[in-house]
């Protein structure tokens, strides 16, 4: 089984001065699930090479088993310091994408055009998308086969306007993720904030926060082994 992630180029959280990018533990725990099973990853972002971290997600507070496994692998560091661009890799050539997020992915993979093409034909091909945290935001400008909004009427979650509130970036962020999830007829449901709460429809998965990431990676890999 080969499976793509898809990760962040974005760095700037606004005009804050300060720094964005991907969540390590959305990266790491679905990594490992994934890799643990055997599977073939091969990771990409907008502008390839070295993808920006989220200085936040490497607080002490923020740290796992994944992540601290994450920072014990220096191979996988490498690879992660050399993802492919998304213009150099095509839905043919994978079983499933999987994006996790931070915040980086609601400014650049919006309204990525390769990236949306990307979701796109995994979608078209019948094969699951999954996202999670604020990587949903990849999804609210994919429209499906009949030219309606990819999360229209489906089942879908992501990082919560109270969770937003409770980091104090409701004012930052271009937008808010659950609103607009709503707004494109996302039939949106969320769980207790900061837990893992991850809902599937079909093909497509959605987990609302970091703690969701590694769930959202067994549902993925639970439907890939069908």
């Known amino acids: 089984m080969k ?10 959280l606004g005009d804050t001065g300060k720094k964005t990018g991907f969540w390590v533990e959305e990266f790491a725990a679905p990594y490992y699930v994934m890799a643990d099973a055997g599977v073939d990853i091969t990771i990409a972002s907008p502008k390839g090479g070295q993808p920006p971290i989220d200085p936040k997600s490497e607080t002490p507070d923020a740290q796992t088993e994944a992540t601290k496994r994450y920072y014990a692998d220096t191979a996988l560091m490498k690879k992660v310091a050399g993802t492919s661009k998304l213009t150099d890799v095509k839905a043919e050539d994978f079983d499933a994408v999987f994006y996790p997020g931070g915040h980086g992915p609601m400014w650049d993979l919006y309204d990525d055009k390769d990236s949306i093409n990307l979701i796109q034909n ?25 030219d309606e909004p990819l999360v229209k009427g489906k089942k879908v979650t992501g990082f919560t306007n109270s969770e937003e509130e409770a980091v ?48 959202a990676a067994k549902k993925l890999l639970a439907l890939l082994q069908k």
């Open 3 to 12: 499976v793509l992630f898809v990760l962040t180029s974005h760095s700037e």
């Open 122 to 146: 995994f979608w078209s091909a019948g094969k699951p998308v999954a996202a999670v945290c604020h990587a949903p935001s990849a999804l609210l400008n994919v429209f499906d086969d009949t």
């Open 168 to 215: 104090q970036l409701t004012k930052v962020v271009p937008y808010l993720l659950e609103d607009e999830l709503k707004a494109r007829g996302g039939n949106y449901s969320s769980g207790n904030d900061w837990g893992s709460y991850v809902v599937q429809d079909g093909m497509l998965i959605t987990g609302q926060n970091p703690a969701s990431s590694g769930d």
